[in-house]
């Protein structure tokens, strides 16, 4: 096994940040294309939300028995060859259709890459060190929150729309190029094991089922992503109808926001597995909701800024932290199956939120929508967090020798 502190696993980490952000790059982008060249309405735009969303949703069990097939680095592999593809394919969009159909494509590559990436932690590095791998893979997406939107604006002012595409391709070939550098340990199988097959898709899904702990993670986690996906709807219209603010201030609380993510990352990273407990992510998941509120249901945009960071703070406690608790609490042999099952719960909450927070948002506005919603996932986090209390106090103890 190697150490966090072999040059070869800080570079693998490195390249992973540069994918990332080339990600995101391409995201916006994507976005800025559809609507300045094919003069796409918002109705328009949003679809570009579900089509990078709803193949996870719809993949999700196949990935997880890919991963633990064939390996979470083969997976990776073929995932970022794939994404090269997809970046150089959006040159060819010349009308809205091919746009949004590749735009899915990409989904599709995202749906490997998160749970692949996820996967690989444990099998690289110490045991000792898996908490805080976890969260510097966590602040690889975290850094690229920030940096993504910056180097997007960048290439699309340079080159154009499609040099940004360009650019996204050259990113996921860095990532590629660093895969082989890492050493990755197989998987430590005993005879009883069976054969990994695709008819055993649900496996992580029944495991987490049958599992308090990695199913009321899974839940935490995915109460969040359904705050996400409200927030993603909810925020520009925020900005502009509750604080009567023009755009440059919606960038500003998104900036904010990601700045405060990266700073709270790297500090959960130091604190390697004293933040690796469920107590953490139940209180980062109601956190969350608390803070959402803050930020979403005020009219004093001082606050706003205030709770737009704490909200920041409060996410980076939950994606390295959780991940960490899904590795520990399953064998080595489904946890493909089991990040994927969280990728695709997560994913699913997502789009529910967006949907949701539509309706409420139509009837009640954004300050009591997003009241209604924070709120109820601080009271969901505060039941998980019980029940798991009680059954840590019911569990048994070891008599002494």
Known sequence: MESLRDGRVRTFLVAEAVSSIGTWATLIAIWGYAAYEFDATPADVSLFGVALTLPAVVLGPVVGTVIDRFGPRATLAAAKVAGVGASLALLAADDFRTLALLSGVHGAVGAFTNPALQSMPPRIVRAEELARTNALVSLTDEFAIVMGPVVGAVAIGTVGFQGAFVVDALTYLVGLVALPIVRIRPIERVDTDPPVRFRDALAGLDLVRRTPTLRRTVVAMSLVHLLYGAALLAE?????????????VFAALQTVFGICLVCSGLAVARANDRLATFGWVAFGAGASGVTAVVYLATTSIVIAFVGVSLWGFC????SGPSRTLLQR?????????VL?????AASTAQLIGIGLAGVLIEALGVPVAMTLLGAGVAGVAAVLDRAQRHDSAMAPVASAP
Do not use: C, K
Not at 241 to 248: F, G, K, N, Q, T
Not at 315 to 318: C, F
Not at 340 to 344: L, P
């Open 236 to 248: 520009p219209l925020y900005v502009r109808d509750v604080l009567e603010r023009s755009p440059s």
């Open 329 to 337: 609490h399953s064998p080595e042999r489904v946890h493909g199956r």
């Open 340 to 344: 994927s099952t969280d990728f695709v």
């Open 315 to 318: 996410t980076a406690l939950l």
